[in-house]
């Protein structure tokens, strides 16, 4: 059975940093884009950014770029998203989802994707 865990949130004070990883079960990443989104409570869901199969492909919401990173690990089946300078507007529910998908490609928005996690919360605040 696919499945997309997602881990690493918590309390951090603004200005802290976490790291979201995204770990695979019951396939590999190869061969997936892989888009982190969240959602807060009565808003849209936001795309936050994304990887190519590969990682040569990478996307960030202009809300979030010069301070999220995301990557990959293939071999350990698992994408991370280091966030850095976090903002007390960062709060929310953290979801990645996976695609499949033959050539390096990714996108923001979250009907591209097909698989979902069940998320993880981060709360930014003093």
């Known amino acids: 059975q696919l499945q997309l865990v997602e881990s690493g949130g918590g309390l951090v004070q603004p200005g802290g940093s976490l790291r979201l990883s995204c770990a695979a079960s019951g396939f590999t990443l190869d061969g997936y884009a892989i888009g982190w989104f969240r959602q807060a409570p009565g808003k849209e869901r936001e795309g936050v950014s994304c990887?190519?199969?590969?990682?040569?492909?990478?996307n960030y919401a202009d809300s979030v770029k010069g301070r999220f990173t995301i990557s990959r690990d293939n071999a350990k089946k698992t994408v991370y998203l280091q966030m850095n300078s976090l903002k007390p507007e960062d709060t929310t529910i953290y979801y990645c989802?996976?695609?499949?998908?033959?050539?390096?490609?990714?996108?923001?928005?979250?009907?591209?994707?097909?698989?979902w996690g069940q998320g993880t919360q981060v709360t930014v605040s003093s």
């Open positions: 989802a996976a695609r499949p998908l033959l050539f390096s490609e990714c996108a923001l928005s979250g009907s591209w994707y097909d698989y």
């Open positions: 990887i190519g199969s590969s990682g040569r492909i990478t």
